[in-house]
């Protein structure tokens, strides 16, 4: 075994890809770009694996692509071709924001954001994108596909309820932001360039039209073991106006339905907090921003 594993296989269909799966009987494991798992393996983080099951060229599951009111993203699209897009641009601007944060070029070249959510980190950038804005996944397995909110899949950190040893993620979605709506993503992080996020927040908003908050989903990371919806924060503003002193407010109720942790070698729980009350509120009123520019302007 010279790179860490046996075999490599590129399946064409993702009934081709479920079936290698289970003739490997667990042995094999599902890749996309590689960028985590590859490089987990060669630094001797994850034992050798007989074989790689690569998910990121099965036909048409390359591309971003139209359902009605979703926009469906495939396993094997990279980042880049998210920040690229210009319906995601449009109406999943966090989305887009989120993965255009992520390493560099290269990485961002060759990852994919169903790789991302798969990983299940508690603050990588497309997931919690994706989150803020509801997002859904498809897996398929020996018994079929199924979709299912992306929140459900996060066991803990590195942890998912998608056996990645027998099952794929085979397409993400959500419902484009229509009129009156907007979305934000910001990340702080060390100015060293390519590290762990200190916290990672993402925002969908909609306003009726009075300029008061009639939905609003708040994503964060890492301040727990998951992916972080602020249910608490959003629920505080629901029927509020949309004014920097109600945004404030949200903030503080997300701090106190979180335990912000403290790490050695990013920040303190104290340095985390102030980025949430500096930035959270900024982020909303920049979604609110984008809800006004996206609104019907009537007859
Ligand atoms: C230098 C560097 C910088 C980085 N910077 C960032 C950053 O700023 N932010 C960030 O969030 N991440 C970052 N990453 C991590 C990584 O690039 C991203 O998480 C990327 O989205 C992973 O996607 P991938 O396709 O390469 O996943 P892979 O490495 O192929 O897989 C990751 C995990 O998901 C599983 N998996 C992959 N695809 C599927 C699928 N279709 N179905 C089921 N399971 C699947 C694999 O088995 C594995 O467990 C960085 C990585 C590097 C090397």
Redesign the pocket.
């Known amino acids: 075994m010279i790179n860490g594993w046996n075999h490599y296989h590129t399946p064409d269909s993702v009934e081709q890809a479920v079936a290698l799966l289970e003739r490997y009987g667990g042995q094999a494991?599902?890749?996309?770009?590689?960028?985590?798992?590859?490089?987990?393996i060669r630094r001797g983080l994850r034992k050798p694996i007989e074989a790689l099951i690569d998910?990121?060229r099965i036909a048409g599951l390359d591309q971003v692509t139209r359902d009605g009111d979703y926009i469906v993203i495939g396993?094997g699209v990279?980042?880049t071709q998210i920040i690229r897009n210009p319906d995601i641009i449009r109406c999943g601007t966090c989305l887009s924001e989120s993965c255009g944060?992520?390493?560099?070029p290269?990485?961002?070249n060759?990852?994919?954001?169903?790789?991302?959510?798969?990983?299940?980190?508690p603050?990588?950038?497309?997931?919690i994108g994706l989150l803020a804005l509801g997002g859904e996944i498809e897996?398929a397995g020996p018994s079929g596909r199924r979709w299912m909110p992306m929140q459900d899949s996060f066991k803990g950190p590195?942890r998912?309820f998608?056996d990645?040893h027998r099952?794929?993620?085979?397409r993400l979605r959500f419902k484009a932001t229509g009129a009156g709506e907007g979305s934000a993503h910001h990340?702080v992080?060390r100015p060293q360039g390519?590290?762990?996020?200190i916290i990672?927040m993402g925002v969908r908003l909609k306003l009726d039209d009075r300029g008061r908050v009639q939905a609003v989903r708040i994503s964060m990371g890492p301040v727990g073991p998951v992916p972080f919806v602020a249910e608490e924060a959003m629920a505080s503003l629901e029927g509020k106006a949309a004014t920097e002193e109600h945004f404030k407010q949200a903030a503080e109720v997300a701090l106190s339905s979180v335990t912000l942790r403290a790490s050695k070698y990013r920040a303190s729980h104290e340095y985390r907090a102030r980025m949430v009350r500096s930035y959270l509120p900024e982020i909303l009123a920049r979604a609110a921003r984008r809800a006004v520019d996206t609104r019907d302007p009537g007859p």
């Not at 099952?167 to 085979?170: D, G, H, K, R, S």
């Open positions: 494991r599902v890749v996309g770009g590689g960028t985590d798992l590859l490089v987990e998910a990121s396993c990279t980042h944060v992520i390493g560099g290269q990485v961002r060759s990852g994919t954001l169903a790789g991302n959510v798969a990983h299940a980190l603050a990588g950038d497309g997931t897996v590195g998912s998608i990645r099952e794929v993620l085979t990340r992080m390519l590290c762990l996020p990672s």
